[in-house]
């Protein structure tokens, strides 16, 4: 079992930046990658961006050149900076962390992109 605690949403005007943590606890011997998705109302969830186990990291098309995904393996986070932000980057954002057959998912912190 994998826990996730994710922290660090608001409000943010646009263009402003906003940086996102993922904590994770547990048994992380069978993840593969970790990740963010998001959700905004009406609409499906979207990958967002995911690190590997050996820090190669991809991006929605949506979101690159603005946010970078890291992660401190020392601590069990990840981390999603998220500059440039538009009122379209408005959302519910989870962290993921995905095994071979099983997701887990974190609670959910809501970002909202507005002037």
């Known amino acids: 079992q994998v826990q996730l605690v994710e922290s660090g949403g608001g409000l943010v005007q646009p263009g402003g930046s906003v940086r996102l943590s993922c904590a994770a606890s547990?048994?992380?011997?069978?993840?593969?990658?970790m990740g963010w998705y998001r959700q905004a109302p009406e609409k499906q969830r979207e990958l967002v961006a995911r690190?590997?186990?050996?820090?190669?990291?991809m991006y929605a098309d949506s979101v690159k050149g603005r946010f970078t995904i890291s992660r401190d393996n020392a601590k069990n986070t990840i981390y999603l900076q998220m500059n440039n932000l538009k009122p379209e980057d408005t959302a519910v954002y989870y962290c993921n962390a995905k095994e071979t057959i099983v997701d887990y998912w974190g609670q959910g912190t809501q970002v909202t992109v507005t002037s």
């Open positions: 547990g048994s992380m011997f069978g993840v593969n990658f």
């Open positions: 690190i590997s186990v050996g820090g190669s990291p």
